[in-house]
């Protein structure tokens, strides 16, 4: 989320770790856990990296029908170690049982997306992948943590997000190097 090596991910990502790593451009490095906040399911982490490429935090809510992109591993590396994108749209302003901290959207969220940003046409963040209904029972009922409640739980721990500046669809070359250089992979040893 920064240039200094700032993560956002899930605290159920991080729960129970002894050691939590992440994979940046092929290496390996340790994290710190900073802070977590368990209503939420956020956990803040830090690494020795000074990545050039970060997330923008939206300077809008989002709103129902917006285009989305969703990025993350979903079944860990056991399926590939190419990071997975997915697009979809906002569904609905409100999560799980009401939860005015999460948005629901039709993209799929499957174990090893948690943690992973959502992303809107600008390449801003709008929210953080969460989790998803049973899919057993359900198809395309997915949820992430809106970016406006993540910005108040990096603040709560003295980490101000950049506000995106601009508004502007960018093309899918740019929107994929957000994603790529954006995403890292975490595992706990």
């Not at 991080?14 to 050691?19: A, F, M, N, S, W």
């Not at 803040?44 to 709103?63: G, Q």
């Amino acid at each position: 989320i920064n240039s200094r090596g700032h993560l956002l991910t899930n605290n159920h990502v991080v729960d129970g770790c002894t050691l939590t790593k992440i994979s940046y451009k092929n290496n390996d490095y340790e994290s710190k856990l900073i802070a977590t906040d368990k209503t939420l399911d956020l956990a803040l982490l830090k690494a020795e990296i000074k990545p050039r490429v970060f997330y923008n935090f939206s300077k809008d809510e989002p709103k129902k029908l917006s285009k989305i992109y969703v990025a993350g591993y979903p079944l860990g590396k056991g399926l590939s170690d190419d990071l997975k994108i997915s697009s979809g749209i906002v569904s609905s302003l409100k999560g799980f049982e009401d939860n005015s901290n999460e948005i629901q959207i039709d993209a799929p969220i499957n174990p090893g997306n948690s943690g992973g940003p959502i992303i809107n046409e600008n390449g801003d963040l709008i929210a953080i992948a969460v989790s998803g209904l049973a899919k057993d029972l359900t198809e395309g009922i997915n949820f992430g943590i809106k970016a406006s409640a993540a910005e108040n739980f990096l603040k709560s721990n003295k980490i101000n997000p950049k506000k995106s500046m601009y508004s502007g669809i960018k093309d899918n070359d740019k929107l994929l190097k957000i994603l790529e250089e954006g995403t890292v992979y975490i595992f706990c040893e």
